[in-house]
Nanobody
C-alpha cells in the first residue's frame, strides 16, 4: 500500500493551496483517511480526517479555512486550504487506516510529507 500526496508549495499569506492524496495497492477497504502536519520542532498534529463512520474532524486552527473531501472512488482525498497563514507552514502527511487482508483488521499507513510554506 502506498499513499501518494501532492500539491504542496510556496504560497503567500492569504493564499490557497489544494493537496491531494491517493492510496494505491492491495486495498480491500479504507476505514479512515486524512491529513496531519508537522512544523519544524513541533509534534505532528491532526489537520483534518474522515473517521470510519464518515465523520470529519478538523483541528481548531483549520476550522473555516480548510476543507477535506473525497475526490473520487479511486481512493483519493483532497485538502483545500484557504486564507493560509505563516503558522500553517509545515510538512503535510496523508494517513489512512487500510484493510488489506480479508477478515483482517487493517493498520495505519503514512505517506511522505508534502511541504507547505506560507511566506511573503
Amino acid at each position: 500500500v502506498q499513499l501518494q500526496a501532492s500539491g504542496g508549495g510556496l504560497v503567500q499569506p492569504g493564499g490557497s493551496l489544494r493537496l491531494s492524496c491517493t492510496a494505491s495497492g492491495s486495498i480491500i477497504n479504507i476505514r479512515e483517511m486524512g491529513w496531519y502536519r508537522q512544523a519544524p520542532e513541533k509534534q505532528r498534529e491532526l489537520v483534518a480526517a474522515f473517521d470510519r463512520n464518515g465523520r470529519i474532524s478538523y483541528a481548531d486552527s483549520a476550522w473555516g479555512r480548510f476543507t477535506v473531501s473525497v475526490v473520487d472512488a479511486n481512493n483519493t482525498i483532497s485538502l483545500q486550504m484557504y486564507m493560509l497563514k505563516p503558522e500553517d507552514t509545515a510538512d503535510y502527511f496523508c494517513t489512512a487506516f487500510i484493510q488489506t487482508i480479508p477478515l483482517g483488521t487493517g493498520r495505519t499507513y503514512w505517506g511522505r510529507g508534502t511541504q507547505v510554506t506560507v511566506s511573503s
